[in-house]
């Protein structure tokens, strides 16, 4: 059982560029969201989504997208990467039918925007 | 909107020293509340969780209690080890609208031998 597996660990962007990081989690979830944690401000939601079919934006959605096609992925794509977006990005996935608080973090992706 | 607010770190502590990292809450509502641990180069644990008023959360000899009255969550721990240096979240949840958890800031705490 993996949980909830994120790639690639570590990338390195220049202003522009788009890049996709994946998400992928094996525990069937309904519920997965991408934060960003920068430095002194914890982590901040993204986007989320309630199942396949269904995204909704967060607290930082600008900048990001993303599409659930299958139960098991998330990913979040940078359409034209900017140094603001230089961060840690996590990704997370609950059972709603548990009512969803429970949450369960991946390694995260280290990105650094040039 | 819903927020959390957590002692500023860093807090550097000897081992076998007594722990407390407050934490308080705003909230439309009935939170729940959690404690998250993230170890250096890792992502986030669940460290511990009280989902109702007067519940202590208990872990790994950390404890936390839920405050209603004062709105606080704050973390504690009766002797601390150098394997206990981390960054520690306080987070509430609300099973309405969003979903998500509502991070503080985070604290890093430093213990020496």
């Known amino acids: 059982n993996a949980g909830v597996t994120q790639t690639p660990k570590f990338q390195v962007l220049k202003t522009g560029q788009s890049m996709t990081l994946q998400c992928a989690q094996d525990?069937?979830?309904?519920?997965m969201s991408w934060y960003r944690q920068d430095p002194g401000m914890g982590l901040r939601l993204i986007h989320y989504s309630v199942g396949a079919g269904i995204t909704d934006q967060g607290e930082v959605p600008n900048g990001y997208n993303v599409s659930r096609s299958t139960t098991e992925d998330f990913p979040l794509r940078l359409l034209s990467a900017a140094p603001s977006q230089t961060s840690v990005y996590f990704c997370?996935?609950?059972?709603?039918?548990?009512?969803?608080?429970?949450?369960?973090f991946g390694p995260g992706t280290r990105l650094l925007v040039l | 909107g819903n927020s959390v607010t957590q002692m500023e770190g860093p807090v550097t502590l000897s081992e076998e020293a007594f722990l407390t990292i407050n934490c308080t809450y705003t909230a439309t509502g009935y939170p729940s509340l959690f404690w998250y641990v993230q170890y250096p180069g890792e992502g986030l644990q669940l460290l511990l969780k009280a989902t109702k008023a007067d519940d202590k959360g208990s872990n790994k000899g950390f404890e936390a209690t839920y405050r209603k009255e004062t709105t606080s969550f704050h973390l504690e721990k009766g002797s601390v080890q150098v394997s206990d240096s981390a960054v520690y979240f306080c987070?509430?949840?609300?099973?309405?609208?969003?979903?998500?958890?509502?991070f503080g800031s985070g604290t890093r705490l430093q213990v020496q031998p």
């Open positions: 987070a509430l949840f609300m099973d309405t609208g969003r979903r998500a958890l509502t």
């Open positions: 525990m069937n979830h309904e519920y």
């Open positions: 997370a996935s609950s059972s709603l039918a548990g009512g969803g608080e429970t949450q369960y």
